[in-house]
């Protein structure tokens, strides 16, 4: 079958002025119903004794250790930071503590898989100009009550680097997000300015090869939206959310994709997968 672009023309103006778009009602209810009940059962089969580490973004260079690498071709549980008592035990159920589960529940978990690589995000990236796009990272964001933590401003070019920068956010909402619960803010148009510094891996783990510049929260908007809009994140938006300190939750599954034709992956970036990606299509 032919590959169709399916994003009008409208919504690639708004994307390449803004730097991000919303396609509400991306995902019908029984697609949310799925995948959210997948990751019930994934939580209730993860033995939480067997593994604590946490994710966090204001963190990142401590938090980074094997089980965070190995997670690249895994599905792999991370806890909230405030998850843990002074003693180190999870003062909420397991359900209520993991901040997020990644990185390749799209390519190894079959519910998961089927959405990832459907024809409806297959054609969004056609009309993005994909042309061998893969799916190089899975997460399903938690968002926790009480204790969410934040994601810090940050473009996600830094983390999925190629030589020249394709990465692409697709963000799902599997919940309302709104500005209570933690829903996503971004600076409009920052795509425009370029990618300001990479996450690089070597020899001695990870690091930022640049500090990060300070933003001006005035200038981010709130990006609120109904469960089942997915939202495009250009590689260069500069984008964060704030921690949920809610009692609602606010579930979201995020993909990144990257091209693999016209560019280079950057070999120093922290994703080293074993097995290439397969490409979703190829132009
Ligand atoms: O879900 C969030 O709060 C942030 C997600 C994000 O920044 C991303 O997926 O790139």
């Not at 994003?7 to 209810?29: I, K, M, R, T």
């Not at 260079?61 to 035990?89: H, L, M, P, R, V």
């Not at 799209?106 to 796009?133: A, M, N, Q, T, W």
Request: glycine share 8%; hydrophobic share 35%; charged share 25%.
């Amino acid at each position: 079958m032919g590959i169709v672009g399916n994003l009008n023309p409208d919504q690639l103006q708004f994307f390449n002025s803004q730097g991000y778009l919303v396609l509400e009602s991306f995902a019908s209810s029984e697609d949310i119903d799925l995948l959210r009940k997948r990751m019930d059962q994934l939580l209730d089969e993860f033995d939480c004794s067997k593994s604590s580490s946490i994710f966090s973004t204001t963190n990142q260079q401590q938090s980074t250790d094997e089980y965070f690498f190995e997670s690249a071709e895994k599905i792999s549980f991370f806890f909230e930071e405030k998850a843990f008592d002074e003693g180190g035990n999870l003062k909420q159920p397991k359900q209520l503590s993991v901040n997020k589960v990644g990185h390749d529940l799209h390519g190894i978990d079959p519910v998961f898989k089927k959405f990832s690589s459907s024809e409806k995000v297959s054609g969004f990236l056609c009309s993005l100009g994909y042309r061998r796009p893969v799916i190089i990272q899975s997460m399903y964001i938690f968002k926790q009550p009480g204790i969410g933590g934040v994601v810090v401003p940050h473009q996600d070019n830094s983390f999925l680097y190629t030589d020249p920068p394709t990465c692409t956010g697709l963000w799902l909402a599997l919940e309302d997000a709104t500005i209570i619960n933690g829903c996503l803010w971004a600076i409009p148009g920052s795509h425009k300015d370029g990618l300001v510094r990479r996450f690089i891996r070597d020899e001695n783990g990870v690091h930022f090869d640049k500090p990060s510049p300070t933003y001006d929260q005035k200038d981010f908007v709130s990006i609120e939206v109904k469960a089942g809009s997915l939202v495009i994140i250009h590689g260069d938006l500069i984008h964060q959310s704030f921690e949920n300190s809610s009692s609602n939750s606010r579930h979201a599954y995020s993909l990144h994709v990257v091209d693999t034709d016209g560019c280079k992956w950057a070999e120093d970036n922290w994703i080293r997968r074993k097995v290439a990606p397969e490409p979703i299509y190829v132009r």
